[in-house]
């Protein structure tokens, strides 16, 4: 399961499943659509920039389907890839999505004219996430199984700029938004590294592997490792504690202004509100989610199977 929020921190999300996305708004427990697939396994998808409307999936089958969620419509399929594609990501301008895989190549797309426009090979490790820059169209970076993080500048010949070395196979990275730093997530580590001079500005080690890490500032982040426990660090005092505690193990998690939506190993989802205004003032308690599921499943709502391209509503 993983959890797609939009960049405006809206409270609409994307859901994926193994074979379906399901669009939902937590804040009246509403779903917007479901996507259901009979001949892929989705790994990643994401919505386009500050638009709530167009969202693109990837997965087993080497295609990037881009479509259109609220009319229920396919608008562009792109094809290139050689083996399953696990990440993609729209630039700010939104007319580009990067994405990478298992071939090891990194593709850089012009949607509207649905074609390849740029191709990177990156040598000896699998892709395993892409993130642009988050101001910026030239500039992105990947991150592998090999345990590194490749920065790369487009406007350059000599294409990748900076190379960090996260120690282990690394799971999920991202720019933070002072551009100035990327974290990264990979065994039971989390690194915080600075950009211009490619050092680590922050290490954390827990002794499970660490899944997620939710919004980060200046004050610190929230994260969860293997187990039923959703944490915060404090940079200040130079400590985590819980959260929030479950009665079962959670796989994603994303936090939002009034709470987080947390998904769990059983395939059932939970919305739980902030108990005051301030993550600090936050209760340590053990919540049992049986009484706080979210059944998003049991509304019926007609799926869609997208057939037919329309390309008219890009």
Request: glycine fraction near 6%.
């Amino acid at each position: 399961m993983r959890i797609c929020k939009n960049n405006n921190d809206s409270n609409f999300v994307g859901i994926i499943f193994s074979s379906k996305v399901i669009f939902t708004s937590f804040r009246n427990l509403k779903i917007k659509g479901i996507y259901k697939t009979k001949n892929n396994i989705f790994f990643s998808g994401c919505f386009r920039r500050l638009d709530e409307r167009i969202f693109a999936v990837t997965g087993k089958n080497k295609k990037i389907d881009i479509f259109d969620v609220k009319n229920h419509c396919l608008l562009r399929t792109l094809l290139g890839h050689e083996n399953p594609v696990y990440s993609l990501c729209f630039s700010i301008e939104k007319s580009k999505i990067i994405s990478g895989g298992n071939d090891s190549y990194i593709k850089i797309w012009d949607v509207p004219l649905e074609k390849c426009e740029d191709i990177i090979k990156n040598i000896d490790s699998p892709i395993r996430s892409v993130s642009y820059f988050l101001s910026h169209t030239k500039l992105f970076g990947t991150s592998s199984y090999k345990g590194e993080i490749n920065l790369y500048d487009l406007r350059q010949k000599k294409k990748s700029f900076r190379i960090f070395n996260h120690g282990c196979p690394i799971e999920k990275f991202a720019f933070i938004k002072n551009e100035k730093e990327i974290i990264s997530i990979g065994g039971n580590h989390i690194k915080i590294w600075n950009i211009i001079e490619k050092k680590i500005n922050f290490s954390l080690k827990m002794e499970k592997a660490i899944l997620n890490v939710g919004k980060i500032d200046s004050s610190g982040f929230f994260f969860n490792a293997l187990g039923q426990e959703i944490k915060y660090y404090d940079f200040y005092s130079s400590s985590s504690f819980t959260i929030y505690s479950f009665n079962k193990e959670i796989t994603c998690f994303e936090s939002f202004q009034k709470g987080f939506l947390i998904g769990f190993i059983d395939g059932k989802l939970c919305f739980k509100k902030n108990l005051t205004k301030g993550y600090y003032d936050l209760l340590i308690s053990k919540e049992f989610c049986s009484k706080t599921i979210i059944r998003l499943f049991i509304i019926k709502k007609k799926s869609f199977l997208p057939k037919k391209k329309n390309k008219k509503n890009f």
